[in-house]
């Protein structure tokens, strides 16, 4: 199947989520997860109207993002070095890998420093799965009293990755329970925080992340086919 025919059979399942749960299309954000993928497929995707992409590598999106349209909005969702501050940081509409207090601060100083202001999501652990994939529940709120003081990184939400072969159930469940850590933060009223983006669901999830209150849903697969590493 080619590209045309997976993203409109995508977007027919994500109106029938949305649907089922009296949303619109308005506060729903897909970002097609384009790591491995080639520009000739970026630009296939883009003369299509898809104008959100997302990487997991900040050197790829440092060799793709000057070949490409100037206006598609690159979402950093990988693991990002310290040292790889400048492929990133004033490049990406929006990083959603923040997945500690010390990558935080560095974010904010590089920022500082060359004058840009960073959009960034924290990335939470909610499964605990041992890979280590974010911030644990207990430390976030020490984390937000920290980072919201910083003056050039602006929090917008959350993103989670759940880990592959849970049931249906325990998938929910790590959705809700991120919706509800969202909830609670919002509630506090932190200073340079909002949680407005809730980044959560993939190829295999993401109609479930719909239900559960999902904005920005990354697809890689159900899009592009396969990847061969
Ligand atoms: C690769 C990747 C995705 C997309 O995964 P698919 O299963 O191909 O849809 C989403 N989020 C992150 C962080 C990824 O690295």
């Known amino acids: 199947m080619g590209l045309k025919e997976n993203l409109n059979r995508i977007w027919l399942e994500i109106d029938a989520a949305l649907k089922k749960n009296g949303r619109s299309r308005q506060d729903l954000h897909l970002i ?4 491995t993928r080639s520009l000739a497929e970026i630009k296939e995707l883009y003369d299509l ?5 997302g990487e997991n590598k900040a050197q790829e999106l440092r060799d793709k993002q000057p070949n490409l349209p100037n206006d598609i909005r690159w979402h950093m969702i ?7 501050l400048k492929y ?9 890998s923040v997945d500690s207090l ?3 601060r560095e974010i904010n100083e590089f920022a500082q420093k060359h004058q840009v202001s960073a959009n960034i999501l924290l990335q939470l652990d909610i499964a605990r799965d041992g890979k280590k994939q974010g911030f644990v529940e207990k430390e976030i709120n020490a984390a937000i009293e ?45 200073d340079n925080v909002n949680m407005n983006v809730l980044s959560m669901g993939m190829s295999n999830d ?15 697969t159900a899009i ?3 990847r061969d590493y």
């Open 32 to 35: 097609a997860v384009s790591k």
């Open 49 to 53: 109207g898809q104008l959100d992409f």
């Open 78 to 84: 990988g693991h990002l070095q310290s040292n790889k």
């Open 88 to 96: 990133v940081v004033g490049k990406c509409a929006l990083i959603h």
């Open 102 to 104: 010390k990558l935080a």
């Open 146 to 190: 920290e980072i919201q003081t910083f003056s050039h990184v602006q929090v917008h939400g959350l993103m989670t990755i759940a880990p592959f072969g849970l049931s249906t159930d325990e998938n929910r469940q790590i959705f809700q329970r991120i919706k509800q850590i969202s909830v609670d933060i919002q509630a506090k009223n932190y």
């Open 206 to 220: 993401f109609a479930l992340a719909i239900e559960e209150g999902a904005t920005h849903l990354r697809i890689g």
């Open 224 to 226: 592009f086919g396969e």
